[in-house]
């Protein structure tokens, strides 16, 4: 089975700091995202990565960045952690090309609280 | 650009009973569709897709789906539901088959018994 793992799945943080939100998955997908979850906004993109050391802004990018080193791992990064972030954010990867179901494959969530 | 629309937030369905969610998209060609169901606690978790053909669509857990252009609506659909199928279901989008997919605001189920 395929397996997305996120390091940490509850966070509690105070305003300034930098947050480090780390995700590994385990089938040798090329495709990794990172979507926020908020009640009655569903999820929204923040940015994803199609291969190692490739970037594309989702929907909602701003005060947020991601470093895709290898290709297991995306990381998603607050520079400076706001109020406003704490939300539930998920990791999702996905196969590419003629292989790709379409099907999105998530990690259990990291829920960060910033104080 | 690309929208999806659930236009429930909250439903409650007796156990035994049946159940359609609804969700309506907004995009100029075929997309493709799909659904999520996130059990509390847990990641997010296929249902079904629809690509292309058959329109109506079987998915895991007994559950499925109808994709209607005209009414540009996939619902999603259970003939009995159980009392584990307390959750909440999001509707997605994507352009192709390897786009990113853009969801729905979500529906949170609850199930009497």
């Known amino acids: 089975d395929v397996k997305v793992t996120q390091s940490s799945r509850y966070l509690v943080k105070r305003t300034g700091e930098k947050v480090f939100l780390e995700c590994v998955q385990d089938?040798?997908?090329?495709?990794m995202f990172w979507y926020r979850q908020d009640p009655g906004l569903g999820l929204r993109l923040i940015y994803f990565?199609?291969?190692?050391?490739?970037?594309e802004k989702g929907d909602i990018p701003e005060g947020y960045s991601v470093s895709r080193e290898k290709k297991e791992r995306f990381s998603l990064i607050l520079e400076s952690a706001s109020t406003n972030q704490t939300s539930m954010y998920l990791c999702?990867?996905?196969?590419?090309?003629?292989?790709?179901?379409?099907?999105?494959?998530f990690g259990e969530g990291s829920r960060l609280t910033v104080l | 650009a690309q929208s999806v629309t659930q236009p429930d937030i909250h439903i409650t369905v007796s156990e035994g009973a049946s159940l359609e969610l609804r969700c309506n998209y907004s995009?100029?060609?075929?997309?493709?569709l799909f659904w999520y169901v996130q059990s509390p606690g847990q990641g997010l978790q296929l249902l079904l897709k629809?690509?292309?053909?058959?329109?109506l669509v079987q998915g895991i857990k007994g559950f499925e789906a109808e994709f209607k252009r005209s009414q540009s609506s996939f619902n999603l659909r259970k003939p009995s539901v159980h009392w584990s199928d307390a959750a909440e279901y999001f509707c997605?989008?994507?352009?192709?088959?390897?786009?990113?997919?853009?969801f729905g605001q979500g529906t949170e189920l609850s199930v009497k018994p």
């Open positions: 999702a990867s996905s196969l590419t090309g003629k292989s790709n179901t379409g099907e999105l494959f």
């Open positions: 995009y100029g060609a075929t997309p493709y």
């Open positions: 990565s199609y291969d190692v050391k490739m970037k």
């Open positions: 089938m040798d997908h090329e495709n």
């Open positions: 629809y690509f292309s053909g058959d329109t």
């Open positions: 997605a989008v994507a352009r192709n088959q390897g786009g990113k997919l853009i």
